[in-house]
């Protein structure tokens, strides 16, 4: 099976182990959702997979191997990674840290126009902020502007941590419906991480729950 | 007082230079460079055996800016990137301006020796002016590139955040080493401009390094744009306060840099043409 394919990750912060073997995969175009409580490594495992940490085991996008790469090879690969901290550029305005986006891109200059473009029709919002600092935006802003970077390098796997913190309850569920449209138009994998079930029933097909750095529960969503 | 504001241009357009360099490094290392001016003492000791050597000064300039860019690059390559944390960092750049400064004086000994303006036909006022002129055309294409070209952008990007550059696809190793060649040629152009009136020996750029900071200062540290301004306002100060106010004189001028910067810490510490950081949490 093509899409990623994850097998017996462990990862952690020097002598201190994280993540403890964990399998898990997400077909062409599916989104998998890591559930569980703060300290189960479900952010650890999205800084291994994007290389942000050194990891064990094996990963693959597509038959192509992640591990062992550097974070700006791997983003070249068509993996994006949105962190749970703001990730965006906060002396460049809102066009620039989207135009520098697109250097993850195999032709860094072609349609850059057309996805900005794209990127305000998700989240106008920014457009009514283009040509303003990204460090000026609140948190919520800047959280759209992440996930808009990421989208700018045209991914084949998204990852997002967390992408509804700093959001408006309301705001949160709009970003949700914004993304199960770009998985369902675009076929993009996303992995993300995120503590509410009820948030991402709508946009997931599997569901893993994780606990002290182990796979305890896999739904699928013909399950649930 | 014209004359002495068009010296103080021509000086102030190296010491720009050179605040300029600095800020280049600092906003890529997050730490002050203090082999900067060493480097730029370093380049124009290049500069100088090649024009020794029969190469016009028009072609040794060039020449010598894109020498220092590679030496720069290397610089960030081989040593800097393989220093953990910013004291060991700061270390790094005392080590390497004692280093430099030791090499200098034993490939070319300490004696004095006369460098050449580039616009030496001139007129003293109109040849400041023109080297102020020469500055100004280097520097504010410099800003230019970081502005308004896709390169200008990614560095612009490195600089601001090197995870999320990272993150990006962006070659972040590539880009620092870019960004510390373009400071050592900065830096060069300032040595080359200034050795005229310093004479070129060793410790030529010691007293320049603290104009720089200054300049930089005042500009406000991390921008470039203010380290250009802050350059020529440092330059001129020094040079009509050299000229005009009694107990300066000659002696005191080293002095002048001195009190701007800490008059810039009190009573602006985000410089005179920065912006105070407007970034919410």
Not at chain 2, 150 to 163: C, E, S, Y
């Amino acid at each position: 099976m093509s899409g990623l394919r994850v097998r017996g990750l462990r990862a952690g912060y020097g002598a201190a182990q994280v993540v403890h073997g964990i399998d898990l995969e997400a077909g062409p175009g599916e989104v998998a959702v890591l559930l569980g409580p703060n300290g189960a490594g479900k952010t650890t495992v999205l800084r291994a997979l994007s290389g942000l940490v050194r990891a064990r085991g094996s990963v693959s996008m597509d038959g192509v191997p992640l591990l062992g790469r550097s974070p700006d090879e791997i983003a070249r690969l068509g993996v994006a990674h949105v962190t749970q901290e703001d990730g965006t550029f906060a002396p460049l305005t809102v066009e620039e840290n989207l135009r520098v986006a697109a250097r993850a891109r195999p032709r860094p200059r072609r349609g850059v126009s057309e996805d900005v473009a794209r990127v305000f029709s998700h989240f106008p919002v920014l457009q009514a902020h283009v040509t303003q600092p990204a460090g000026t935006l609140s948190g919520g802003e800047q959280r759209l502007l992440a996930l808009g970077r990421a989208l700018m390098a045209r991914p084949r796997l998204l990852l997002l941590d967390e992408p509804t913190r700093a959001l408006a309850p309301a705001a949160g569920a709009r970003l949700f419906r914004t993304l199960h449209s770009i998985n369902r138009h675009e076929g993009t994998t996303m992995i993300i991480v995120e503590h509410s079930v009820a948030a991402v029933l709508e946009v997931a097909h599997r569901m893993y729950a994780m606990e002290s750095g182990r796979i305890t529960g896999l739904r699928t969503r013909q399950r649930w | 007082m014209l004359q002495q504001i068009l010296q103080g241009l021509g000086a102030g357009a190296g010491y720009a230079a050179l605040a300029l360099a600095l800020v280049l490094s600092y906003r890529f290392t997050g730490i002050v460079n203090f082999a900067q001016g060493e480097l730029a003492m370093l380049a124009t000791y290049v500069a100088w055996q090649f024009i020794e050597d029969g190469l016009p000064y028009w072609v040794a300039l060039p020449v010598t800016v894109a020498i220092a860019f590679l030496a720069g690059a290397v610089t960030e390559r081989l040593v800097i990137r393989r220093v953990s944390g910013e004291f060991g960092l700061v270390v790094t750049t005392i080590g390497l301006y004692v280093l430099v400064n030791a090499l200098a004086s034993l490939v070319w000994s300490s004696t004095l020796r006369v460098f050449p303006g580039p616009f030496p036909d001139a007129p003293p006022g109109l040849a400041a002016l023109g080297a102020a002129g020469l500055a100004g055309l280097v520097l504010g294409a410099l800003v230019l590139v970081l502005r308004h070209t896709g390169l200008g952008l990614v560095i612009r990007a490195v600089a601001a955040d090197q995870r999320s550059a990272r993150l990006s696809g962006i070659r972040v190793g590539w880009v620092l080493a870019i960004g510390w060649g373009t400071a050592a040629s900065v830096g060069a152009l300032a040595g080359v401009l200034l050795a005229p009136a310093l004479f070129l020996e060793p410790g030529m750029m010691t007293g320049v390094l603290v104009y720089a900071f200054a300049a930089a200062v005042l500009g406000g540290f991390g921008s470039a744009r203010g380290a250009i301004l802050g350059g020529l306002v440092v330059g001129v100060t020094e040079t009509l306060a050299g000229t005009y106010v009694g107990f300066v004189g000659a002696d005191l001028k080293i002095a002048v840099p001195l009190v701007v910067i800490v008059a810039v810490l009190v009573l602006r510490p985000q410089g005179l043409f920065g912006a105070p950081l407007v970034e919410r949490a």
